[in-house]
Nanobody, 113 residues
Framework: VQLVEFGGGLVQAGGSLRLSCVSS????????MAWHRQAPGKQRELVAS??????TYGDSVKGRFTISRDNDKRTVYLQMNNVNPEDTAVYYC?????????WGQGTQVTVSS
């Protein structure tokens, strides 16, 4: 299974962007789908995760970002609203469960002030 992210780019502060992550294989079998990000000079951090209908968010994005998954379309989304320059990072899609941990190649999101 491979994961490929789409939707990154340049957005102004206060704007919105939606990232998509498409799986080459079935997504029903992937336990947890998550988005992480890594800004220059910083450690990779969890942005949001989705497992069994439950969602979890990092403190810095709560109330602004929404993760959703469409297993039929083999896609997980990250809706990013009211972005700010601190959201600038490479965003990675991740699927993991017992015995597997799959990562996408990442997509750059840049927020201009």
């Amino acid at each position: 299974v491979q994961l490929v992210e789409f939707g990154g780019g340049l957005v102004q502060a206060g704007g919105s962007l939606r990232l998509s992550c498409v799986s080459s294989g079935g997504m029903y079998s992937i336990n947890t789908m998550a988005w992480h990000r890594q800004a220059p000079g910083k450690q990779r951090e969890l942005v949001a995760s989705s497992v069994g209908g439950r969602t979890t968010y990092g403190d810095s994005v709560k109330g602004r970002f929404t993760i959703s998954r469409d297993n039929d379309k083999r896609t997980v989304y990250l809706q990013m609203n009211n972005v700010n320059p601190e959201d600038t990072a490479v965003y990675y899609c991740n699927g993991y469960g017992p015995g597997y941990d799959i990562w996408g190649q990442g997509t750059q999101v840049t927020v201009s002030s």
